[in-house]
């Protein structure tokens, strides 16, 4: 069976490349198509319907992921390809989800055609995708209740956020939100790891919104955030917070 | 005249920028890429890599340089971010010939102009311009970085120094080594770079002109 193939990358001498190494692959692949607007590899996936699509994740205007949420399903096999990009490849990971890093190796590539030509349960490997890349996109809105209303806020504004009593509340200045339908885990997992740590098992806290870190009595420690407020550390989470602001 | 203040330069080393990991995964993918076709090209940007590396590990032995040994740092920068993005990547000097013998921290443009490429014209589908431009005012030289990109969303300078962009530790270097009057400000289309003249050896700096590549 020959794979039939699509990439989309944006870099020129990228897609060149990648097309050099699958014409030397063993495994049979015919390449239908590359491109290097992702608008452009909306059209051309659904259109072609390939059986696998080799994706760059960071592209101008839609990036590897938006592509993934605008193809129709059934949707080809998804391989993302990336330089460097250590967020993603956790989520990739967790959710065994293949992908390759630049550059590329012949080796590794042969394996993941090799993987799929040998794959026929699809409609897992599409959950796992969307689980995937739900996971590796970074919540950058939050949507918050105040009152009776819906309010949409950049996760970079809020302070912290705190688990009370099976609720969860985002802090921003000195107002409270109530955050539904998540948890702390979910929360934790899917808020940008370069921005968000957890310090509690009740509080994730914006590493911007921290002002000072301070020994507090038995040998406990607590952040000072800008405008004052004080959060004790979990004793456990001490040493990956100092890490986190550079101190380790 | 002359920089006073050399025991300064010692702060310098701990605020040291760092070479970010995507651009040297990016351009080792640029070379594989070119090696097979273009092995000449391949070469120049392999030689523009160890070059540039070699200026930003001895950056910290030598924090202050001239303005035109930093900006042949960013030729090199270019050059390889060139070959990765071909006719999508248009660059403009506009450096005034007496301008290139004033001093500056090592690595405070190539920073900026990096920026540049990342939030700016990689974040393009077409060619997207940046320009590089010195003025001297008063007293201060204004070294203005800019990108036909999407621009600042949010001009919130202390958000910014947050943001992870490096923007905060290029001011802070900036003001140890030129004193605090120097400043780095928000632009929409980029940044703007401000700090007191002094006038460095000019046998440092080679003849080179720094112009618009043809294209």
Known sequence: MTLKCILVDDEEPARRRFRDLLKKSDVPVKIAGDFGMAKNAVAGINELKPDVVFLDINMPV??????????????????????????????????????????????????TLKRITASTYREEADDRLDQAVRAARPLTRILLKK??????????????????????????????????????????????????IRIHRSVIINAAAIQA???????????????????????????????HLGMV | MKHPKNEILIELKSLKAQVNPHFLFNSLNTITA???????????????????FRFSLRSGDRPLILLGEELEAVEMYLNIERARFGKRLLVEFRIPGELKYVQIPSLTLQPLVENAVIHGASR?????????????????????????????????????????????????????????????????????IRFPLYEGEHAAVETTEFKTPGL
């Open chain 1, 62 to 111: 839609l990036d590897g992921f938006d592509v993934v949420d605008l193809l129709t399903k059934p949707r080809p096999h998804i391989v993302f390809v990336t330089a460097y990009d250590e967020f993603a490849l956790k989520a990739f990971e967790v959710h065994a989800l293949d992908y390759l890093t630049k550059p590329v190796k012949l080796n590794r590539l042969q394996q």
């Open chain 1, 147 to 196: 009152g009776t209303k819906y309010i949409v806020m950049e996760a970079n504004n809020i302070h912290y956020f705190e688990a009370n009593d099976k609720l969860l509340y985002a802090f921003s200045d000195t107002k409270r939100y109530r955050v539904e339908q998540t948890t702390m885990e979910a929360l934790e997992q899917r808020l940008d790891p370069g921005n968000f």
């Open chain 1, 213 to 243: 870190l301070e020994p507090w009595f038995n040998y406990r420690w607590r952040v000072v955030l800008k405008n004052g407020e004080k959060l004790p550390v979990a004793k456990r989470r001490v040493r990956e917070l100092k890490e």
């Open chain 2, 34 to 52: 070119l090696i097979r076709n273009y092995p000449e090209q391949a070469e120049k940007v392999t030689e523009d890599l160890a070059d540039l």
């Open chain 2, 124 to 192: 393009v589908e077409g060619p997207c311009r940046i320009w590089i431009e010195a003025a001297r005012a008063g007293k201060n030289v204004e070294v203005r970085v800019m990108d036909e990109g999407p621009g600042f969303q949010n001009k919130n300078k202390e958000r910014l120094f947050e943001a992870g962009y490096g923007l905060k530790n290029i001011e802070q270097r900036l003001r140890l080594a030129m004193g605090t009057e120097s400043v780095l400000e928000i632009l929409d289309q980029g940044v703007v």
